[in-house]
């Protein structure tokens, strides 16, 4: 389906409806929406990988790894300004990226999703072993320099950088280059067949994916003015951005938007009850049920519901 000028109606109302938010909900929600924001960031970097081509990745904090480690050793021991420094981790986390895990796209299957996950696995190991003065070793980093104060500015910041690449990815992916990413998760070996290369296809998706996790990670570190490994390369961390991906939507680019926020505020709203982590035993067992119920996301969901009105209102 080509462009409308109603698609671009609906984003702009999307974006007006969300830098209305510091207006209407209290200062607490505010925070909650910003670690919504990037959550969606990591769910549509993700997607443009996985979601498209159907690789499954379960190593992405690798590529969110190296653009926050980079931006945050740059600027903690080496005094660069942070708008030098979130550019430099953005080219480090596609060129290492691309090193690391381009040949890794050569396998299929659960091999891909392994070898993923050895290589966030090993990034971990690494952080603490290897230079630990300038990594943090264990205890990582804090003091780092941050973007912006306070909830109001960082829900603005983080606001217009999510819209900002999920309408890009958008417009992306309605080109007849996404068209061909999506075709290679339905049947690679047609694409292939058709005379499309699939190994460019895949470069330009991994590429589109590292940019946004690098950026996300980047700006992720210094808002939060510190970075753990424990955290970052924790493996909860890697399930939330795929169920934030599946449960919206896989293959669209406001599923993950959706799913993020479901999920972000899902937690949060259990945080009282469930402290701990076993609060990720419900929102796993709500997002099973979920994904088992309507396995095309919350976006379909959604899109049933509108129907339904409109079928009623006519």
Do not use: C
Not at 137 to 144: A, D
Not at 236 to 263: E, Q
């Amino acid at each position: 389906m080509g462009l409308r000028w109603y698609h671009f109606a609906l984003w702009a109302a999307f974006a007006a409806g969300m830098f209305l938010l510091p207006e209407i909900v209290p200062r607490g929600t505010l925070r909650t929406i910003i670690f919504a924001n990037f959550l969606a960031i990591f769910a549509i970097s993700w997607d443009t990988l996985s979601g498209r081509t159907g690789y499954v990745s379960f190593g992405h904090p690798f590529l969110i790894g190296i653009g926050a480690y980079t931006t945050a050793i740059l600027t903690k021991r080496f005094d660069v300004p942070v708008e030098i420094s979130i550019p430099l981790a953005v080219l480090m986390t596609m060129v290492g990226g691309l090193i690391v895990l381009l040949p890794a796209l050569r396998i299929k299957g659960s091999y891909f999703a392994l070898v993923t996950l050895a290589m966030m696995e090993l990034m971990y190991q690494l952080v603490q072993v290897i230079r630990p003065d300038l990594t943090g070793g264990t205890r990582g980093m804090s003091g780092l320099p941050t973007l912006t104060r306070g909830a109001v500015n960082g829900f603005y910041m983080s606001t217009a950088l999510m819209l900002s690449i999920a309408f890009t990815t958008w417009l992306l992916m309605k080109t007849r280059l996404g068209t061909a990413l999506s075709a290679i998760g339905m049947n690679e070996e047609a694409v292939a067949g058709s005379g499309l290369s699939v190994t460019r296809l895949k470069l330009v998706a991994f590429t589109a994916s590292a940019f946004t996790a690098g950026l996300g990670g980047a700006v992720y570190v210094h808002y939060l003015g510190s970075i753990a490994p424990r955290a970052l390369f924790d493996i909860n961390f890697v399930f939330t951005i795929i169920v934030a991906a599946l449960i919206g939507g896989a293959g669209t680019t406001i599923g993950p938007i959706l799913g993020a926020f479901f999920l972000t505020f899902l937690l949060e709203y259990l945080r009282p009850w469930l402290p701990g982590a076993e609060r990720y035993l419900i929102y796993g067992g709500v997002a099973l049920v979920l994904y088992m119920y309507q396995p095309k996301g919350l976006i379909y969901l959604m899109g049933q519901a509108v129907r339904r009105v409109r079928k009623g209102a006519a």
